[in-house]
């Protein structure tokens, strides 16, 4: 069956074009999308060469992953249903995560429309919300994981470096669960984005020892964005049995030395991928209102010009944050 989808044809190539992907199976859904959210880091990371799966990095003589689908989140609506498929229907709006693809390096991927997934990789979303704010469901999750992982009491200081999106979602959580939260940040438009309740600090035009000072409260560190430099002058102001929760993607740098935490007793977290439960949790708050999803997005593109959307993201030539494609529009 044909498709369309973003293709990662090589290093820094990008294309919107025809793929195949497999009739619709027992357990599989067909999903014709509406909305899919790019991550900005994971996908990158792939596409600059740096990492060829998962959390594996890209070492001297390992073959790049080219061909791929890039992605791995979008919403839509159901327009066909494997026979052992139970609890959707045609016409529902759901979330999709991975879908199937023939002819690719890896045979998932998630900017594909139609998409073709396994039922466990389908959530139906609530009667009357907007879909808009589900299609990073995923990522969502990866945020809701960093802030759900620590031990927090109500008043904790809990400090997040970064303030991309995982950095924004943690500190929704962790605010979510009492504790006080600043973001550190190195983009003002990023963190003028951070709800009220939510402290910034720009490491870019001040000094990290001027926030610090001569506190010693600090209960939680997350570390959205791989940035151990920031983490060293954080710790010593970290208080006994508080907690660092490392997300970023560290490439062949993420190593840190045990000894180093066991004087403070601070416990190391390090989330990755993502399970139902928690992206059923994560739906929730999204659903509650908690877990704000549509202040993030800054650029809407039509699916086709994908190219113009991946070019926002690698030239970093203006402000950009939530990037979403757009299915339904024509380009």
């Known amino acids: ?52 799966s998962g959390e594996q990095v890209t070492r001297p003589g390992d073959p790049l992953p080219f061909p791929q689908v890039a992605g791995y989140q979008k919403v839509g609506i159901v327009r066909g249903i494997g026979d052992k498929v139970e609890g959707l229907g045609i016409g529902d709006r759901v979330f999709a995560s991975i879908s199937q693809v023939e002819g690719m390096k890896f045979s998932t991927g ?28 995923v990522l969502a999750q990866v945020g809701y994981n960093c802030g759900i992982r620590p031990a927090v009491s109500a008043g904790d200081t809990a400090v997040v470096i970064g303030d991309g999106m995982v950095g924004q979602w943690a500190a929704q959580t962790l605010a979510h669960r009492g504790a006080k939260v600043t973001v550190l940040g190195r983009h003002e438009e990023r963190l003028r984005l951070l709800p009220a309740d939510i402290s910034a600090f720009n490491l870019k035009e001040n000094r990290i020892e001027d926030w610090l000072g001569e506190r010693s409260d600090i209960a939680v560190v997350v570390d959205s964005v791989g940035a151990m430099d920031t983490f060293w002058k954080l710790k010593p102001a970290m208080k006994l049995n508080s907690h660092l929760v490392s997300a970023g993607f560290l490439g062949s740098s993420g190593t840190i030395d045990i000894q180093e935490l066991r004087a403070q007793e601070i416990t190391l977290h390090c989330p990755s991928g993502w399970t139902k439960e928690r992206m059923d949790a994560t739906l929730e708050g999204i659903r509650e209102g908690w877990l704000q999803t549509l202040p993030l997005i800054t650029h809407r593109y039509p699916a086709q010009r994908a190219e113009e959307a991946w070019a926002l993201i690698m030239e970093k030539k203006e402000f950009f944050l939530g990037v979403v494609l757009d299915w339904r529009a024509q380009a």
């Open 1 to 52: 069956m044909k498709a369309e989808a973003v293709v990662f044809t090589d290093v820094r190539q990008v294309r919107y074009m025809e793929v195949e992907v497999p009739e619709l199976g027992p357990e599989d859904v067909c999903v014709e999308l509406e909305y899919s959210w790019i991550s900005n880091g994971t996908e990158s990371s792939f596409l600059y060469g740096e990492r060829i």
């Open 110 to 137: 998630g900017h594909i429309n139609p998409s073709i997934t396994h039922r466990s990789q389908v959530w139906k979303l609530p009667e009357g919300e907007d879909p808009l704010a589900y299609s990073g469901l």
